[in-house]
């Protein structure tokens, strides 16, 4: 089969590999009919993960149709169309009991690499890493899915692919911010990246009745989109002003309620001297991550207000506010998102008409142009908010 | 990890035995450089005297000593080649034809044997005094591990008291056979897919709390094991921890090697209690493409790229 492959850092190539086989009993191979690139691949591109190899297949978001079954699978069959969530689950540790299947116990095999960089392992995650599992991903023509009783979602025929396939990970990724926000009436949410995980952030927060919503990014066509499809009350370009002040000035001195960092590790910052210290260290692997947007949202939170931290981090961050944290009544709630807990109820709120998660989508190609893709998407390029690839 | 019986004599023996290797080592290569180094005259017949009667000795007790075969006499060996050396190191002090160069490099040289025939002396004793023929003083390693395990105590419990059951989670067993009367026969792939087999007994055990095994007879690789059960709080399921102590073959020079190749013993038993967890949780060992045979210590060093297997 046709796969993207992982051939060391920002290069990518579509190459012939096996087809994958059964591994283990409870596995489903799926004919992946739609896939897409997550900004969070960009940080495997940008070569900041460790513990990738070449010849990895990448991708964690796809979904396609049932081909074939292990013998202990037994509530898909051949030809059932599903979406597959990026986290590899068991359903029976712990962990899955708890609903928190984003740190399964038990599907990953390389926990022990995990333990050495994170101290205790998350689940394991396809196309993402050794140390995550060392499990092929989906921007390919099939894929093994473990486990397959446990996460994929099956989908009715009526529905497009475009609508459903951000089930398997942006679009619970995003709501799962504003639900760790626990909004109550009248919170402000202000929302760090316009990326696809940050357009369904604010959407999902407006879901959950966040009174006004703020985007935060410096890209102009993604904040235009923020406003328009998402349903954001206000943006801010940071390199036009300053994010600190304007929030102050819509929410009267107060800060928002909840900050939602929607960025992650290789976050950009207005201020230049500040972002180059921060590229420098990353560079020497004196820090893994630059946490600019982190730093910037516990430094506007209310009082007592929540930190949501969904962009991926991969290691270790420097000039942690903690005071500012500590003093202030701040918390924080983070995580790879639990992607099976939120699949069917947001399913509804589709098919209910409340969102239409296709409008994030500015560009369509085929499985063979992923290596354009990639790079398109990393800079920017033809204002580039996200890539759904087709086999 | 933590090493058995009388640290500081295991310390000490160790190092001398990798003191002998490394010392031998540089003589065998580059006996004409130890030569200039102890102000000795630099000749055929003195390479040929540094060589073989100075370094083939250290390396043949270095080694004998890291194998753990009876260390105590590689030990006093060690004794008798410094009294050697320090009469050789004599004669070339006593040598008239010496200069103050070669003379004060000597004089250092002799300082440096009497100190380590002092620790060879010390270490013989107390390795002779701890009753250490081999193992047991110097290579046991005893390893810990922990894991809770999502399923009732009972059930945890009666799948490892099934011996046969250990070789589906235990990775380096290819088959447990029960002998009946507590008895069993274990056979195993050692590093560098060495096969051992040995007989072991059951030395303890209460219902649903604790199982406990020795080897018995010759076993090639001398080791028992502890494991507890207990019920976690709040409905948890089952805490389980476990001990091993067991002496590799080579001992801890075999140990040292292993883990080059990833086989770092308490990697194994955290990565065989995963899969004993896989295993009551989930029916089955875990498996990835980078990683075909489920979790396993070498794996992690050199995995497959996540792409679909072909065998």
Not at chain 2, 232 to 248: D, S
């Amino acid at each position: 089969m046709r796969a993207t492959t992982w051939m060391g850092k920002t290069h990518v190539e579509v190459q012939d590999v096996p087809d994958p086989k059964i591994l283990n009993s409870r596995d489903a191979i799926v004919k992946i009919t739609s896939t897409a690139i997550c900004g969070s691949d960009l940080h495997l591109y940008n070569g900041f993960i460790p513990t990738m190899r070449k010849g990895d297949i990448l991708g964690h978001e796809f979904m396609g149709e049932v081909v074939e079954t292990g013998p202990a699978v037994t509530r898909l069959k051949v030809g059932d169309r599903v979406v597959v969530p990026f986290p590899i689950a068991c359903g029976h540790c712990g962990a899955c009991e708890r609903g928190l299947t984003s740190v399964c116990e038990n599907s990953n095999p390389n926990a022990g690499m995990a333990e050495k960089i994170m101290g205790r392992s998350p689940c394991g995650i396809f196309g993402y890493s050794h140390m995550l599992g060392g499990y092929p991903g989906g921007q390919a023509e099939y894929a093994r899915v473990p486990f397959a009783d446990v996460g994929p979602l099956k989908i009715d025929d009526g529905i497009p692919d475009e609508q459903v396939l951000f089930l398997s990970d942006i679009l619970p990724t995003g709501y799962m911010g504003a639900d760790m926000c626990d909004l109550t009436p009248g919170d402000v949410v202000a929302v760090w990246g316009a990326g696809p995980v940050g357009q369904f952030a604010i959407a999902s927060a407006r879901l959950l009745g966040a009174e006004r919503v703020i985007a935060i990014d410096r890209f102009g066509y993604r904040l235009q989109m923020a406003k328009d499809k998402a349903g954001a009350t206000d943006v801010i370009n940071y390199e036009e002003t300053s994010v600190l002040e304007t929030l102050d000035e819509l929410t009267a001195g107060r800060g928002p309620d909840a900050c939602i960092d929607a960025v992650g590790m290789e976050s950009h910052i207005d201020v230049g001297p500040l972002h180059a210290y921060d590229r420098a260290k990353q560079v020497v692997r004196a820090e893994t991550d630059r946490p600019h947007a982190l730093r910037e949202a516990i430094m506007a939170c209310a009082n007592g207000g929540v930190i949501s931290v969904i962009g991926v981090y991969g290691g270790f961050v420097d000039k942690f506010p903690m005071g500012p944290f500590m003093n202030r009544s701040l918390r924080m709630r983070t995580g790879q998102c639990h992607v099976h807990r939120y699949m069917a109820p947001l399913l509804q709120r589709i098919q209910a008409g409340q969102i239409d998660p296709s409008f994030v989508i500015t560009h369509r190609m085929t499985l063979q142009d992923a290596p354009r893709g990639y790079q398109m998407f990393r800079d920017k390029q033809d204002d580039c908010e996200k890539i759904v690839l087709s086999p | 990890m933590s090493v058995g019986s009388s640290d500081g004599t295991r310390r000490l023996v160790d190092g001398l035995g990798w003191f002998s290797l490394g010392l031998g080592s540089a003589q065998l290569v580059a006996p004409g450089v130890m030569n200039r180094l102890v102000g000795a005259d630099d000749d055929a017949v003195s390479r040929a005297v540094q060589r073989w009667l100075g370094g083939a000795r250290e390396v043949a007790a270095g080694v004998g000593i890291e194998l753990r075969r009876r260390p105590v006499r590689w030990l006093w060996a060690r004794v008798a080649g410094d009294v050697l050396d320090l009469t050789m190191l004599g004669a070339v002090l006593g040598s008239p034809r010496r200069g103050r160069g070669g003379r004060r490099r000597a004089v250092v040289a002799t300082a440096a044997v009497v100190g380590v025939t002092v620790a060879d002396v010390v270490a013989a004793v107390r390795l002779s005094r701890d009753g250490g023929e081999g193992d047991k003083a110097v290579g046991g390693i005893d390893v810990k591990g922990y894991i809770t395990v999502n399923r009732p105590v009972g059930v945890v419990f009666a799948y490892w008291q099934d011996v046969e059951n250990l070789p589906r989670f235990m990775a380096h067993l290819q088959s447990v056979r029960s002998l009946g009367g507590g008895r069993s026969r274990w056979r195993a792939a050692g590093p560098a897919g060495v096969e051992v087999e040995w007989d072991a007994e059951i030395s303890g055990e209460r219902i649903d709390e604790f199982i406990a095994w020795r080897s018995v007879g010759a076993a090639s690789v001398d080791n028992s094991g502890e494991v507890e059960f207990r019920a976690a709080p709040g409905g948890r399921g089952t805490e389980i921890r476990v001990r091993l102590t067991y002496h590799p073959p080579a001992g801890k020079l075999g140990a040292t090697v292993a883990k080059l190749f990833g086989e770092a013993p308490e990697q194994q038993v955290r990565d065989d209690l995963r899969r004993f967890k896989q295993v009551l949780e989930t029916g089955e060992v875990v498996r990835s493409e980078g990683s075909p045979e489920g979790p396993r210590a070498r794996r992690q060093v050199f995995q497959r790229p996540a792409q679909p297997v072909t065998s």
